[in-house]
């Protein structure tokens, strides 16, 4: 069941970056600032050592994962799905198989695969935390009703930086130097 009040740990925390793809991108409302804020919570998970999944919306008519992105996950390869949910089988059975409960989320559109995504994730006993600042949809009015009915089913909406301080826990660590550089 999804719990509002449980804590990101690294140990209980997976990365789920949905959709981020080259032909939606130009459409996006403020898509430059998605992109960059999603770059960082991946490179953050990568320091805290995050496992990191990726869905791609039909990539042979909307693209692949816009480089940044692709280049900052590697070697991850992206789920390629038609469904607009990325709770698709070989997305929820590494889920399951990594047995951690906190699905950290990132992407685009707000208002169509990631909240069908959140939805499916609060289904499925996990509880989403939607990064605000990184997920996107092409007017403003859809991102932020997508963020209000998340929130409503039981995700946790959040920043990125609040996010990342929150799975670091501690300062005076190598982990936060190098955080530190990601945030700033």
Request: aromatic fraction near 4%; charged fraction near 25%.
């Amino acid at each position: 069941m999804s719990d509002p009040l449980n804590r990101m740990r690294p140990d209980n925390t997976v990365l789920l970056v949905v959709d981020v793809q080259d032909k939606l991108l130009p459409a996006i409302h403020e898509a430059d600032n998605v992109v960059e804020f999603a770059r960082r919570m991946i490179e953050a998970a990568k320091v805290l050592g995050l496992p990191i999944l990726a869905a791609e919306q039909y990539p042979q008519g909307l693209g692949r994962t816009c480089s940044i992105l692709r280049e900052a996950f590697a070697p991850v390869q992206p789920v390629e799905k038609t469904l607009f949910s990325a709770c698709v089988a070989r997305i929820a059975e590494r889920l399951k198989e990594l047995d951690r409960l906190n699905v950290l989320v990132v992407g685009i559109e707000a208002h169509v695969c990631v909240q069908q995504t959140v939805l499916d994730l609060v289904r499925l006993g996990y509880t989403p935390f939607v990064c605000a600042d990184a997920v996107g949809s092409r007017r403003p009015l859809d991102r932020d009703t997508a963020i209000e009915r998340m929130r409503q089913a039981g995700a946790v909406i959040t920043t990125t930086e609040s996010a990342t301080f929150e799975l670091l826990g501690e300062a005076c660590t190598d982990a936060f130097k190098k955080i530190l550089k990601i945030v700033k």
